[in-house]
């Protein structure tokens, strides 16, 4: 089998593969149900933190074939680590300030920001607001895995290298996507409740948290983890 189909093969199915685990689309999609965007609003944001997030790897993956893999890989490690603890900021700052707003007025009929939004100018509409806030932190974890497939496609030429940053970029973006769109779905049918739904920023808050957790400490507790 060709050597370039086989690296398009592995790259497509290690994105889709990565995709999956939690801190690609379990935050965006909370907060996608916590300020009741569309189906097509949540892909959007995505789609800007997937490219954030390929970009970031892309970078990282360039650093292993110019210079050297190990500086790589724990650059990559510093961003992880560092998305990690910006989910968890997030997340806090999200949640206590959802509860402190429900606390002070009693209930909680509308769902605009709770983060601070960044505007220009008087009057203006705010250029950076929550999702843009969150497609960024997320995004700026890079793809471990990109870096091992790109390195044995050095062996075959620039082409090939360029050829599967193609087909893993294209496959993780559009894997986020879907995944993130099947996620707030999924979270809106399970969130019905009236209960519930009274205090969904302060359980979407909550929820990213427990994912900033998820990745900051196997760092903490095992730190010849293995990222994928």
Do not use: N
């Not at 999609?29 to 970031?56: C, D, E, N, P, Y």
């Not at 999702?131 to 497939?149: H, R």
């Amino acid at each position: 089998m060709d050597a370039t189909l086989v690296l398009s093969i592995s790259a497509a199915s290690l994105a889709i593969l990565h995709t999956l685990l939690p801190d690609h689309e379990i935050p965006l999609a909370m907060i996608g149900r916590a300020q009741k965007w569309s189906i097509k609003k949540m892909a959007g944001v995505t789609l800007v933190a997937g490219v954030i997030h390929i970009s970031v790897s892309v970078v990282i993956a360039i650093i292993a074939l110019a210079v050297s893999s190990i500086l790589a890989q724990r650059v990559a490690l510093t961003a992880h680590r560092i998305s990690g603890i910006f989910l968890m900021g997030f997340g806090l700052v999200y949640s206590v300030l959802a509860w402190r707003r429900e606390h002070d007025h009693g209930h909680h009929h509308a769902y605009p920001s709770v983060v601070p939004e960044i505007k220009v100018g008087s009057g203006s509409q705010p250029v950076i607001g929550t999702g843009a806030w969150l497609a960024a932190i997320v995004g700026i974890a890079p793809c471990f895995t990109l870096i091992p497939i790109l390195i044995d496609a050095m062996w075959f030429g620039t082409a090939t290298i360029l050829w599967v940053m193609i087909i893993y970029a294209i496959s993780t973006i559009g894997s986020m996507v879907v995944l993130t769109s099947i996620a707030l779905k999924t979270i809106m049918l399970l969130t019905k409740l009236e209960k519930i739904e009274r205090h969904i920023e302060i359980l979407a808050g909550i929820v990213i948290l427990a994912v900033g957790l998820y990745v900051v400490l196997p760092d903490v507790l095992f730190p010849a983890h293995t990222h994928i």
